[in-house]
């Protein structure tokens, strides 16, 4: 006579129970599509022209003489739709059939196709400042750099980047108002662990960075020579800037082998937003049922343009993203 262990009843017990749970992965905040003026007056065509003007000049002036007549500078900004994206995705009729997740499954179909298509548009934003600058050049506007590389050794950014960023900006006629910074994560740790910065008799303003941390969530805690700082995963990370020279004009910082990340700074002033978009369709879902793969199939696509509208009005700073 013998009673119940698990020695001689393993068929009675559930040595791997799966759970009804479904793990998830991590998402990061999307922003960058704030700062885009969205062109409204675009009704059809995947082209518009805004043509734009510039100022006026003096010239001097002697009594009883004809005056000097002089025009404006004119120019023409084209913009396009040039985004066409798509995500689908499909379950077969047998696997709904018998899947244990089948319900979990699908419903999570249409909301990560709209998240992927909106993860293109969010990198697509931060890219268009740095692919509308010349490589490898400084992009210089009225005697200001617009592109360089962080001052810091090994071209890291040091807080002085954030002054000349500013001082950029005032040279080019750019309202100091909603000034932005959008930097790597790497920038994050390296602000962090400055000692000017993390030592309270040096800079009481900062007091708390090494206990709290220089970020909550995605923006810093603490305003940077007025620009109101932001992390992002999403920025242009395979910049090859490999002749902009170092902090004492001598060395190259070569990214060839390491490619940089263009770190952004601008102002988010309404009028001088360095971005401008336009949708010619938002995110749209279309279901079938495909009878010869007796399959579902699920499709979201999405149409839209995005491009640098000011140059004057966004300073690049490429940045080694090792930490």
Do not use: C
């Not at 268009?128 to 750099?145: H, R, W, Y």
């Amino acid at each position: 006579m013998s009673g119940f262990t698990v020695a001689s009843n393993e068929h009675l017990i559930r040595s791997n129970i799966w759970s009804r749970d479904i793990k998830e992965v991590l998402e990061e905040e999307l922003f960058a599509q704030q700062y885009i003026r969205m062109i409204t007056d675009f009704p059809d065509g995947d082209t518009i022209n805004i043509p734009s003007i510039g100022a006026m000049e003096s010239t001097d002036y002697s009594e009883d003489t004809p005056v000097q007549y002089t025009r404006m500078d004119t120019g023409n900004f084209t913009f396009t739709i040039d985004q066409y994206k798509s995500s689908a995705t499909y379950i077969t009729e047998k696997m709904k059939q018998d899947s244990f997740y089948m319900n979990e499954l699908v419903s999570s179909f249409v909301p990560k196709q709209s998240r992927a298509l909106m993860e293109a548009m969010e990198a697509k934003v931060l890219s268009v400042g740095p692919d509308g600058q010349t490589a490898d050049s400084d992009n210089d506007i009225n005697g200001a750099e617009h592109r360089w590389v962080g001052s810091g050794t090994n071209a890291v950014i040091t807080v002085q980047d954030f002054a000349k960023a500013k001082y950029a900006l005032r040279k080019a006629n750019v309202p100091m108002t909603n000034l932005v910074a959008i930097v790597d994560p790497s920038v994050e740790y390296e602000l962090s662990t400055l000692s000017q910065l993390t030592t309270l008799a040096n800079n009481p303003m900062w007091e708390g960075i090494v206990r709290d941390g220089i970020a909550t969530g995605m923006r810093f805690v603490a305003n940077v020579y007025g620009f109101d700082v932001y992390t992002s995963n999403y920025l242009k990370n395979d910049v090859a800037d490999s002749a902009l020279l170092e902090k004492d004009g001598t060395t190259a910082n070569d990214f060839s082998v390491n490619n940089g990340v263009a770190n952004l700074f601008f102002s988010a002033d309404a009028g001088s937003n360095p971005f401008v978009g336009a949708w010619r369709q938002m995110p749209e879902v279309d279901y079938e049922y495909n009878k010869d793969y007796q399959r579902h199939e699920y499709v979201t696509t999405a149409r839209y343009g995005v491009k640098k509208y000011r140059p004057e009005g966004i300073v690049t700073i490429v940045s080694n993203p090792e930490v």
